[in-house]
């Protein structure tokens, strides 16, 4: 593994295009609206008489302050008498859910994102966490992966306290940059002793992993002041850390039109800036796991690369893709066995599907067959890097070769290039092409020629 990731800058050059992140193979970007409460309520029956796993993600999408980079769907308000009406909408979701379900199913894997989820009150977190319990199988024995995203500015040691007390053992805190103009230019100022206050009350509440949000390419960044920054936070010791390019998209996303597009790093520099704290990771012991992902070596993901257990879900890499995730909340998604389905991704029309005692489910998409035989081929190359034709043609009983015939003259030039070595046995990502991984597996997207790339952010 000590050659997991080489840097390639002719690489880079040559495949360094816009293209998905492959949370999920199709893609929400195929959701329609032909699929509805009903297919949900169909697709929870099968999975109450399976037994299976169960996964819940809820979104909290209320942020006191927006931060002009976020694509995230969010409701900037300081009315935090916004947040109890939500909170019985998402409990009345939660009812009505759970009722399809089997008690018996454990939740082995909990999130809490948003937003800012620590936007609600400790006595909100403890109605909300109590109602959870109530309808679920969640597990008392903190054997269960249950985190939260954490704005270090909306948390101190008795909101980390609270949370440990109610089951949750993963922090994610958001951190960007740690550079003032940075911060400053991007309207999000948070200073490292706040920060690390809250890795510290992590610790010491015993909380089971920690992972630092870090992005590259905001506005005032340049190659030493983000190597200042990834060295402050490699020195917080975080078991994870992800490290994202920043996509601007002022057309899509309206907050970012606040960010004045001439203080924004040259693709050189943002190529500095990665190779630079890619160099940094890895000299401070940290694995490349994939997609903007790093883990230290005896932490879960680092380990399930390892035994060829990692999967990517919804979630992001996780050892939890075996369960059926159910999401909760406004725009959130669910994977249930071969159904995707998401919620309305507008605040008024969310909580007035449930008003009406209706689930707020307003698109998704039921795979086919061909959908699953390229969602097994995505998720091994984004997860193990390789791919094992046998593996896929035991499962799906055709020969790879003749049933992806026409894939192979571009296949062929990867391997010319040197992203992938080509066999008859299979595809493996070589190091120089890891970063590039998902390049590999746009080849393998049926939907892409018929969507705008320009969409999507750059590999790179």
Known sequence: MLDAIRWDADLIRRYDLPGPR??????????????????????LRDSRKALRPLSLYLHVPFCAN?????ACNKVITKDRGRALPYLERLEKEISLL???LDPRQPVEQLHFGGGTPTFLSHDELRRLMGHLRQ??????????????????????WSTMGLLRELGFNRVSLGVQDLDPAVQRAVNRLQS???TRAIVEAARTLQFRSVNIDLIYGLPKQNPQSFARTVAEVIALQPDRLSVFNYAHLPERFMPQRRINSEELPSPADKLAMLQGSIEQLTAAGYR??????FALPDDELATAQEDGTLQRNFQGYTTHGHCDLIGLGVSAISQIGDLYCQNSSDLGNYQQSLDNHQLATLRGLQCNEDDRIRRAVIQQLICEFQLDFATIEAQFSLDFRDYFAPLWPQLQQQARDGLIDLTDKGIDVRPAGRL???SVCMLFDR?????NLQRFSRVI
């Open 98 to 100: 759970a009722c399809h």
């Open 22 to 43: 492959y949370t999920s193979y199709p893609t929400a970007m195929q959701f329609h609206n032909e699929v509805g409460s009903f297919d949900l309520l169909h697709a």
């Open 436 to 438: 590039l991984v998902r």
């Open 192 to 194: 490292l002793e706040e």
């Open 66 to 70: 927006i931060c002009y980079y976020c």
């Open 288 to 293: 490349y796991i994939g997609m903007d992902h």
């Open 447 to 451: 939907y892409l020629e018929q969507q």
């Open 135 to 156: 309808h679920f199988n969640l597990l008392d024995d903190d054997s269960g992966d249950y985190g939260i995203e954490i704005d270090p500015r909306e948390a101190d």
